[in-house]
């Protein structure tokens, strides 16, 4: 049964960095392609990069190119996302979901429970 537990959410003022964290289960993690993605409030649940089973091409949504990092420890099954300059808009509950082959293609398979990070001015 695959598990994906994400951390290092939190409250933090503008300008702040976080680093997220997911830590996967289940089955052969460096397999699988994995990716972070975030809701808003009210809002539909946004794409915001991927990455390879390898660790590899890397992909960002363009409303935050620039400003993040995907990256994986395929040795400690985890996957990271590192935010800078967080402004308020990315206020959102992020979750990371794995999908179900080595390339980030069509919908993930699994997600996490989703980690909230709060952004205040």
């Known amino acids: 049964q695959v598990q994906l537990v994400e951390s290092g959410g939190g409250l933090v003022q503008a300008g702040a960095s976080l680093r997220l964290s997911c830590v996967a289960s289940g089955r052969t993690f460096s397999s699988y392609a994995m990716g972070w993605w975030r809701q808003a409030p009210e809002k539909e649940r946004e794409f915001i990069a991927s990455?390879?089973?390898?660790?590899?091409?890397?992909v960002y949504a363009d409303s935050v190119k620039g400003r993040i990092t995907i990256s994986r420890d395929n040795a400690k099954n985890t996957l990271y996302l590192q935010i800078d300059s967080l402004q308020p808009d990315d206020t959102a509950v992020y979750y990371c979901?794995?999908?179900?082959?080595?390339?980030?293609?069509?919908?993930?398979?699994?997600w996490g429970q989703g980690t909230q990070v709060t952004v205040l001015l």
């Open positions: 990455i390879r089973g390898d660790g590899g091409g890397p």
């Open positions: 979901a794995q999908y179900r082959m080595t390339l980030p293609i069509a919908v993930p398979d699994f």
